[in-house]
């Protein structure tokens, strides 16, 4: 996939420096999941209109030249010596200088993403030749430049998205009274690694009974039991694109407040799905979900954030919460998650993948069967 400076920055005229690996990744291609800085050193990305060039800690040199790049790109490895890379960095923004040219420097830079270590070298460097910078953040540009997918991206997220299905109907064959939440995770991450899965691109939420109460929790050793509500929250990762859906079951039995409280998550997530399209906001999306709440007693449990962007990362800008200012766009990806979290009876979330297409959407996760009750065969594990 190639990417040029004016599709990622627009109007901006500045070199611009790439540090975030996922940014890097999207730029001009290159990844690594060995990427460990503190021991091999820091990859970056230099860019300007003309060039693009990749600086990369010298070891690196066969793993970086097996990958292929855009004919603009020109790699540069760099020792492992005091200053690096932050000194071959400055050298190539000299080069970039004219004659009489200002002693402030303007770079454009992931303002959120940039490592200290990078950030600190440069700045020494610069104040030894006696030159300042100014930083310019790009970050938006950039976020936005990563909103609308490719072809190619939307390929690699129907496969994450399919791996991620398999392990969901996987699931619902080992839920079963007894296991732990750990050995359901581990079951899980083994399936979806041997379907193709690069890993997962979050801890999974595997949460039973009260443990699911609180979207920020983690599993654990609790072990399921019957009339448990099990939330499943989780993703693949294929070709680099990742994947994150979500179902909550209730092991071999359920009491009528548990239905109504699926009943409930499962309408706002079918309306609000219903709704998209290219043109409708955010705050439509939101207000979808408020009519279908309204007047209904489990409303003030309803958590009002309703779904994210997504793509390289789980979770991406923009998030689908009161207040965002964003439209709809053909060929985005968004994850449409109501949730309602009742603490002493647990918590309910239905989140799927949904693409933006030309007149309305495509729903690229979901169940063959949708239920809500379900009972797991219990032993049925893959090792």
Request: negative net charge.
């Amino acid at each position: 996939m190639k990417r040029t400076y004016e599709s990622l920055f627009g109007r901006l005229s500045v070199p611009v420096l790439l540090s975030a690996p996922d940014n890097i990744y999207y730029s001009i291609g290159f990844s690594t999941t060995a990427r460990r800085p503190a021991q091999i050193g820091l990859n970056v990305v230099l860019m300007t209109k003309e060039t693009t060039w990749f600086v990369f800690p010298e070891n690196w040199k066969p793993l970086v030249e097996e990958q292929e790049y855009d004919e603009k790109v020109i790699l540069i490895p760099y020792p492992r010596t005091a200053g690096e890379p932050a000194e071959t960095i400055v050298q190539l923004l000299d080069s970039l200088r004219e004659d009489g040219c200002s002693h402030r420097l303007e770079l454009g830079f992931e303002k959120e993403r940039l490592e200290l270590e990078l950030y600190l070298q440069l700045e020494d460097a610069l104040r030894r030749r006696g030159r300042s910078i100014h930083w310019q953040d790009i970050s938006s540009s950039l976020r936005r430049a990563r909103l609308v997918k490719s072809k190619e991206e939307l390929q690699a997220m129907r496969k994450s998205a399919q791996v991620a299905r398999e392990a969901m109907e996987y699931a619902k064959t080992i839920l079963c009274p007894g296991k732990s939440e750990m050995e359901i995770v581990a079951e899980l991450e083994y399936f979806m690694r041997k379907k193709g899965s690069e890993g997962v691109p979050f801890t999974m939420k595997v949460l039973s009974g009260e443990n699911a109460a609180r979207t920020i929790n983690l599993p654990g050793e609790r072990r399921i039991r019957p009339g448990d509500v099990v939330l499943l929250d989780f993703g693949a990762v294929v070709e680099h694109y990742a994947s994150d859906w979500t179902r909550s079951f209730a092991i071999e039995k359920a009491d009528s407040r548990l239905i109504k409280m699926y009943e409930l998550v499962w309408k706002i997530e079918q309306e609000c799905i219903a709704a998209v399209r290219p043109g409708v906001s955010f705050a439509e999306l939101m207000a979808c979900a408020e009519r279908v709440l309204e007047n209904h007693p489990l409303k003030p449990w309803f958590n009002p954030y309703l779904g994210h962007s997504i793509g390289l990362n789980s979770q991406e800008w923009p998030s689908i919460v009161p207040g965002t200012d964003m439209v709809l766009q053909k060929n985005m990806v968004i994850t449409i998650e109501p949730g309602i979290y009742v603490p002493g009876a647990g918590g309910v979330r239905i989140e799927d993948e949904v693409l933006v297409t030309e007149d309305g959407y495509e729903i690229l996760t979901g169940l063959s069967k949708e239920e809500f009750v379900i009972r797991g065969e219990g032993d049925r594990t893959i090792w």
